[in-house]
């Protein structure tokens, strides 16, 4: 029965998030189950994307990739997949009409890090965050406002402004893994190699500005997603002044955590934050 292999390809997809990323498993659970299992969906379907050029060192990526986007297009095109990750995605993506030119953009800016490591303009970094972090955002809030296409329209510079604030924060956490293991340099106009306090100062600068634009639209989110996307906000916000905390040259050669009973915390702390009308 294809009811059986969409609950499987479901499973997948939550399996894919509680296993590569603890925090945002948190945040996901506190959506409400209405819309739970697509933003499983949705990230799975990027998690995996990222993975293919991240990871499989040893492996012939730009092969991968492209038999992964051929699969893609294909879900796409006859609603089912015999990939259970594109299985879940397709079903979202058609449940939602989610903009094929939103998903292109993504699997353009996964395949610039086949082959691209250094960014040295504004326009190219604002492009990359574009199609790797912002899209990432406008896919997620086509589920929380359920396909309203006005609701969508008011919110969607919010969260463009949250997937970017959201991926400059990784980009920064990252920085040694990039650098030493990728040798990627994501922020322009700065030497990696020589990042200094004034440096730092301008990124987090910067990141700031977006998470502000961020926490406007998540006070205007349908009440089934704002507290999941807040408890995201804060997850991300604390990792980064642990980052406006901690020397440049510690950035430079260590990973910056937020430690499991300090998710804890901020959860309890969110959810009195939330009930107060706090945020």
Request: charged share 30%; aromatic share 12%.
């Amino acid at each position: 029965m294809k009811a059986l292999f969409d609950s499987v390809s479901h499973h997948c997809s939550k399996i894919v998030t509680k296993s590569y990323s603890t925090s945002f498993s948190m945040a996901t659970k506190m959506l409400s189950g209405s819309i739970r299992q697509d933003i499983y969906n949705i990230y799975g379907f990027v998690r995996f994307a990222d993975e293919i050029v991240d990871t499989f060192h040893d492996y012939d990526k730009e092969s991968l990739f492209n038999r992964f986007e051929s699969d893609l297009e294909l879900a796409l095109e006859q609603k089912i997949s015999l990939n259970p990750i594109l299985n879940s995605f397709q079903e979202t993506f058609h449940k939602y009409n989610l903009h094929k030119n939103v998903v292109d953009s993504f699997m353009k800016s996964m395949r610039m890090d086949l082959h691209k490591s250094t960014y040295l303009t504004d326009d190219e970094y604002r492009t990359y965050i574009y199609g790797s972090a912002d899209v990432v955002g406008l896919m997620c809030l086509k589920v929380f406002v359920k396909g309203d296409s006005e609701k969508y329209e008011s919110l969607k510079e919010s969260a463009m402004s949250l997937g970017s604030a959201f991926q400059k924060v990784n980009f920064l956490r990252d920085l040694k893994a990039d650098y030493e293991d990728l040798s990627r340099t994501y922020f322009p106009n700065t030497d990696l190699s020589q990042l200094d306090e004034n440096s730092k100062k301008a990124i987090i600068d910067d990141i700031e500005v977006d998470f502000a634009n961020g926490l406007k639209g998540i006070k205007e989110l349908p009440i089934e997603a704002k507290f999941g996307v807040f408890m995201a906000y804060r997850y991300y916000n604390q990792l980064l002044k642990k980052l406006k905390n901690t020397p440049a040259l510690d950035i430079k050669s260590s990973r910056i955590r937020v430690p499991n009973y300090k998710k804890i915390e901020l959860l309890t702390r969110s959810y009195v934050k939330y009930q107060l009308n706090l945020m």
